[in-house]
């Protein structure tokens, strides 16, 4: 069965940087988009970046562009975001989710369990 | 503000059935992208519950289907059960912002 397990996670000062990692199994890693979604506490789903199956192309959300990047390795079967220049707003848990069908009928198939990022000094 | 406005909060008594709106615009719903919904139980991740506008993945009770005309869809849940008591999320892909967005979200409350 489909596995996400993400890592990574924890306490950052505003302008820190963090690398979360997305573990993946049970599926053809390097066949599948996939992207990163985060949730403010309290708050709804944000949308963060996107990857394709062979790391060539990436999309980011106005938010977080120029600051994160995704990335993978697919030798490992593993997804990453390196967060850099974090900000308060940046606080929330940090899902990988695999992608399924193309990207303007693209949905969130599989969700990993989530990893909290805290931004405080 | 989320690009697709939900109502915050829905309520049913155990039995009865609710409909969750989710309202988008020319450049998402209305442009005739897919919608999809999410279930995210108490403390949980979000669990895929609706693809392309219509689809149960296997597991997923037919209570729930979807819906959509214009540039609104809706999600329907008959025979409210306890255990159907947690937050949804619509969501679709947007051309004029090139991202995937979602709904503000919507807590259904079983009375």
């Known amino acids: 069965q489909v596995q996400l397990v993400e890592s990574g996670g924890g306490v950052v000062q505003p302008g820190g940087s963090l690398r979360l990692s997305c573990a993946a199994s049970?599926?053809?890693?390097?066949?599948?988009?996939m992207h990163w979604v985060r949730q403010a506490p309290g708050k709804g789903l944000e949308w963060v970046a996107f990857?394709?199956?062979?790391?060539?192309?990436?999309y980011y959300a106005d938010s977080v562009r120029g600051r994160f990047i995704i990335s993978r390795d697919n030798s490992q079967n593993t997804l990453y975001l390196q967060m850099n220049s974090l900000r308060a707003e940046d606080a929330a848990v940090y899902y990988c989710?695999?992608?399924?069908?193309?990207?303007?009928?693209?949905?969130?198939?599989?969700w990993g369990q989530g990893t909290l990022v805290t931004v405080s000094s | 503000q989320s690009v697709l406005t939900q109502p915050p909060s829905v309520s049913g008594a155990p039995g009865q059935g609710v409909t969750i709106s989710c309202t988008g615009s020319?450049?998402?719903?209305?442009?005739?992208?897919?919608v999809h919904w999410y279930q995210q139980l108490p403390g949980t991740a979000p669990k895929l519950l609706i693809y392309?506008?219509?689809n149960r993945p296997s597991g997923v009770p037919d209570r729930f289907s979807g819906s959509k005309s214009g540039a609104s869809a809706s999600l329907a849940i008959t025979g409210l059960q306890a255990e159907d008591e947690a937050d949804y999320y619509c969501?679709?892909?947007?051309?004029?912002?090139?991202?995937?967005?979602f709904g503000g979200g919507t807590k259904l409350t079983v009375l």
């Open positions: 020319s450049s998402n719903i209305g442009a005739g992208y897919d």
């Open positions: 989710a695999k992608n399924e069908a193309m990207i303007a009928r693209a949905y969130f198939h599989y």
């Open positions: 049970g599926f053809m890693f390097n066949s599948y988009g």
């Open positions: 969501q679709s892909y947007d051309n004029s912002l090139s991202s995937w967005v």
């Open positions: 392309a506008k219509t």
């Open positions: 990857i394709r199956y062979d790391g060539l192309d990436k």
